[in-house]
């Protein structure tokens, strides 16, 4: 018996009998329409949009959008994985994307309605993974590195000072994502973020767990939280998360070590079964216009990967090395990759680690 | 009733001050954070870490946010259908299993209690393929009459059903339990007493049994309200775009911090049942026939 | 008890309402993911019941067993806690005045119509170097001129270990404990009390061989209530936790998260639902024993 996610015809002689009973406890999303009604179910990260962007994009086209929020690419892939409870754009991160597509989860782009996609910036209009940008177009881009008080780390320039040695002892904080996490160690190793060798998987392992000591905690997110509230001086963190915390405390700060980081990109697309691609499109071509993505980028502080918004932009913003760090300092990064198997050793591996 | 003397009895605990002192000690620790978060919620910073002045301007944006009012009112309805659902569910199939001798009884009362041992994150997750399966059976069938239930259960807050339902699933068996531990000092031979007496089965259950289990139905009540009301993990894989519930909009926005617009809808929240709660029990008072 | 021929109409009515829910809306889902346990995964998306033990194998590895271990011993520290609060709590509320029982319990669980993630943050904030208790004790040092004897006040770590975690879990689950015991309690009846401390027995001899005896269901249905609960949990060991933290409610999240392993997720659950299962059945043996013994 094989369990399949979008196309139910194999379950039905289970459901039969009870099914009736059900008829109406089930979402339904997807009605008989004539006419696409004007609406549009955007599924997002919080704080994620520009302040105005959604009261903007509907008095543009009338179109009214209903924002929802998810904590994670595993929690949006684990809720859409048995198919799409109605949502028409998602934000997924780059290996999700691959991963999505892969499982055949997005639906194709028409290039035709997003006229706009000419202002994504050249390094972003095509993608490995996403070849021809068939299913996703860029959102915003950053990095994963350290987060620190100024006045009590100096060596946070390397990822020596979380991952070894006994300089900040209890005043460290990690992700609580164990994927990123052993990436980071592998590549502080002089390895692949992505690799799955087993001798550098062990290696990286066996360096997470002698620093399990100094560690604090692996915060799930809310590592910023932390460096903010005093708990921790250092914590590995996306700097996104780093620069809202910043604002409100100078002595705090953010650098991408120099062993190089995970180099991350978040994408707008729409998923299959969307009850309203034709708003979906619609929506996805607006995000790319110029002076609604400079109003984006004002708001959330991310790297943007639309060339004609960051143009409209402040010097503030553009120079600002922990929103867009130097080409050198990308040079060193990578993108994680998608594969199932990669997955499920990092998983294991981080199992172990956190029960040694 | 031993209540009755002045001086202390005793068996008069409720005047003991070992008891009293514990008893303030405890609320003391309970309410510590809950007076902490309330007070935040009239603090004028964006992060609750130090206090810089105070300000109802949270309340207001918590307010203004259409989809926070949303997903409170969808989780209070939510909570409500369920209560009343799972409490009639959950007290007769303690009563069943209380009052009964029948083949496999131990295993009925073990399948009973398997939505408590079952880990949250599974359940959740059975109820979404189940939902999803049923989804896509049903689109099979865009139009004829299957197509009136549609329409008929889009409409709010019949379009909860689907979340409500699990929830009753998973917060009955625990009102059963509770009013099993009740009912297992009743004495049967009052029952008895009462049919012999010439007293239908429905009389003896309402004048006999239902008032002397009524406080194991309350408090199983309680538990099934508080339940339903802080459900996260099993609503949020039942939830769509038209049916987030206050946890999982809450969960979406904590984990980057939290904000006072939520403390805010917090404090609301626990004024709002709190007041809900004591009217209901006012309402109910003079009903109440024995003392 | 009757038995169930004798009274066919009464038996169905108390019966159905529950049999149909738990078929429907549990029995069905979980067979779903009952099958999956014995399933293999063939794609990112697609599951195949391929009748393997394989899960339940890689189940039983070491590191999975040693955490299930750590989640019955942490579960069970924190029951006991819970169970040692929550009865003087219920106790006191069954023995004070009548009108002031909905309010006190209301009082109880009031707390808990608060978010559970907010209520740990708040928790958090309490709790943490900086913060409020830090404060508060720190007051209490200068006060003392504690700082002019000894020295400047060190604020006490006291979030992110194993002892985080327990607290924490006492204080999510308190009012499960508390309701079960209170409605036991509360139908207790007082006269053997009486009877006990009349024959000469002390109170405390009286609270263990009288009132415990007899509010017994209670407790038992409290701790189930509790227990098995707090062995599934994930998000409390997630926020409060240190780094070894992990429980088996936060590895089977992972499965069917970031994972994407339901199968082995599936197979993870079902194991603990089987230990706990086995613990009731022990339960329930024991109890028929001894209840023929005492004859209750």
């Given amino acids: 018996m094989t369990y399949k996610p979008r196309f139910m015809t194999s379950r039905r002689s289970v459901l039969k009998g009870t099914g009736a009973a059900f008829i109406g406890l089930t979402f339904m999303p997807y009605k008989a329409m004539a006419e696409e009604e004007k609406k549009l179910n955007f599924y997002n990260w ?15 086209t009338g179109i009214e959008v209903k924002m929802d929020l998810y904590a994670d690419n595993a929690e949006l892939f684990a809720k859409l994985k048995e198919g799409n409870p109605g949502y028409d754009v998602i934000v997924p991160t780059n290996d999700y994307v691959e991963r999505m597509i892969a499982a055949g989860m997005l639906e194709e782009l028409d290039h035709s309605k997003i006229l706009n996609m000419s202002n994504i910036a050249d390094a972003f209009k095509d993608a490995a993974f996403d070849p021809g940008r068939k299913h996703s177009i860029p959102y915003m881009w950053g990095t994963l590195g350290h987060g620190y008080r100024k006045s009590k780390v100096e060596d946070a320039g390397s990822w020596k000072a979380s991952l070894e040695g006994d300089t900040h002892a209890g005043r460290i904080a990690l992700l609580g994502d164990g994927e990123s996490v052993i990436g980071i160690a592998l590549k502080y190793l002089g390895h692949s973020f992505n690799s799955v060798d087993p ?3 062990k290696a990286a392992e066996e360096l997470l767990i002698a620093g399990k000591k100094n560690v604090k905690a692996y915060a799930d997110d809310n590592g910023q939280d932390l460096l903010a509230s005093g708990e921790v001086d250092l914590a590995m963190e996306w700097n996104g998360d780093i620069i809202q915390v910043m604002a409100e405390d100078e002595d705090l700060s953010y650098v991408v070590p120099s062993e190089g980081s995970l180099l991350w990109q978040d994408c707008v697309c729409i998923p299959k079964g969307a009850p309203h691609p034709d ?16 109003h984006i980028a004002d708001t959330i502080q991310y790297a943007t990967a639309n060339a004609a918004a960051k143009a409209k932009m402040s010097e503030e913003y553009t120079g600002n090395p922990g929103i867009f760090p130097t080409d050198e300092v990308i040079a060193k990064c990578e993108p994680s990759l998608y594969s199932e198997e990669k997955t499920r050793l990092r998983s294991e591996s981080w199992t172990r680690i956190q029960a040694a | 009733m031993a209540g009755k003397n002045r001086s202390r009895g005793p068996l008069d605990y409720g005047r003991s001050p070992w008891l009293i002192g514990f008893g303030i000690l405890v609320f003391v620790l309970l309410y510590a954070p809950i007076v902490q978060l309330i007070a935040f919620s009239f603090n004028d910073s964006k992060r609750n870490i130090v206090w810089q002045g105070f300000t109802t301007k949270y309340y207001k944006v918590a307010w203004e946010n259409a989809s926070l009012v949303e997903a409170f009112t969808n989780s209070i309805a939510i909570a409500i259908m369920c209560t009343v659902v799972a409490t009639i569910i959950g007290t007769a199939t303690a009563l069943w299993l209380w009052r009964f001798r029948f083949p496999f009884k131990a295993g009925a009362e073990g399948v009973m209690a398997l939505p408590i041992v079952i880990p949250e994150i599974c359940m959740g997750i059975a109820v979404l393929v189940m939902y999803s399966r049923i989804g896509g059976w049903m689109r099979t069938f865009e139009s004829g009459p299957i197509h009136w239930w549609n329409e008929l259960f889009s409409i709010w807050p019949l379009n909860l059903a689907a979340i409500t339902a699990a929830h009753i699933a998973f917060s009955f068996p625990f009102v059963a339990v509770v009013v099993r531990a009740r009912l297992a000092g009743f004495n049967r031979e009052l029952e008895e007493a009462s049919k012999d007496l010439g007293a239908t089965e429905w009389q003896t259950f309402r004048n006999v049994v239902l008032p002397f289990m009524m406080p194991g139905v309350i408090a199983g009540a309680l538990l099934a309200f508080t339940l339903s009301l802080d459900d996260f993990v ?18 979406s926005l904590v984990r980057r911090g939290v904000s006072p617009d939520i403390n805010a809808a917090s404090t609301a929240l626990i004024v709002i049942t709190l007041v809900a709660t004591v009217l209901a029990m006012r309402l109910q008072a003079p009903s109440k026939s024995e003392g | 008890m009757e038995n169930w021929k004798e009274n066919r109409v009464v038996f169905w009515v108390t019966a159905l309402p529950g049999i149909f829910w738990l078929t429907v809306f ?19 998306v697609d599951i195949e019941i391929t009748g393997t033990f394989a899960n339940y194998a890689r189940a039983f590895k070491e ?17 006991a806690l819970c169970l040692a609060i929550a009865y003087p709590i219920a106790f006191g509320i069954c023995f004070s005045p009548p009108r002031w029982r909905p309010l006190l319990l209301l009082l109880i669980i009031l707390p808990f119509w608060i978010n559970l993630l907010i209520r740990t943050y708040a928790l958090i904030a309490v709790f943490r170097t900086r913060g409020t208790l830090n404060y508060f004790l720190e007051w209490l040092w200068n006060l003392a001129f504690m700082d002019k004897l000894i020295g400047p006040y060190e604020p006490l770590e006291l979030l992110y270990n194993n002892g985080a975690v327990i607290v924490g879990m006492v204080y999510v689950f308190m009012p499960f404990m508390v309701l079960p015991l209170y409605a036991t309690i509360e139908r207790l009846d007082r006269s053997y009390l009486e009877a006990s401390l009349d024959l000469g027995a002390s109170q405390w001899t009286t609270f263990w061989k009288v009132t415990v005896p007899l509010t017994m269901p209670g407790i038992v249905s409290g701790v189930i209530l509790v227990f098995i609960p707090m062995l599934g949990m994930f998000l409390v060991p997630d926020l409060l936790g240190g780094t070894n933290a992990i429980m088996i409610g936060n590895v089977i999240t992972d499965q069917f998260k970031a994972a994407n392993d339901w199968p082995f997720g599936a197979a993870l659950s079902f194991l603990l639902m089987y230990v706990t299962f086995l613990a009731l059945a022990l339960r329930a043996f024991i109890g028929s024993r001894s209840r023929g013994r005492v004859g209750v």
Avoid: Q, R
Wanted: a negative charge; charged letters at 15%; glycine letters at 6%.
């Fill in chain 1, 46 to 60: 919080d704080t994620y949009i520009g302040e105005n962007t959604l009261a903007d994009f509907n008095k543009a």
């Fill in chain 1, 199 to 201: 001798a550098e998987m």
């Fill in chain 1, 279 to 294: 708003n979906a499109h619609a929506f996805l071509n607006y995000i790319l216009d110029a002076d609604a993505g400079a």
């Fill in chain 2, 234 to 251: 099993i609503t949020f894989f039942t939830a769509g775009p038209e049916t987030n519930t206050f946890p999982v909009k809450v969960y």
């Fill in chain 3, 26 to 44: 549990f029995l069905i889902p979980l067979a779903l993911i009952w099958g999956m346990s014995f399933g293999e995964k063939t794609s990112i």
């Fill in chain 3, 63 to 79: 590191v999975y067993l040693l955490i299930i271990w750590k989640s019955i011993w942490i579960s069970a520290i924190a029951c």
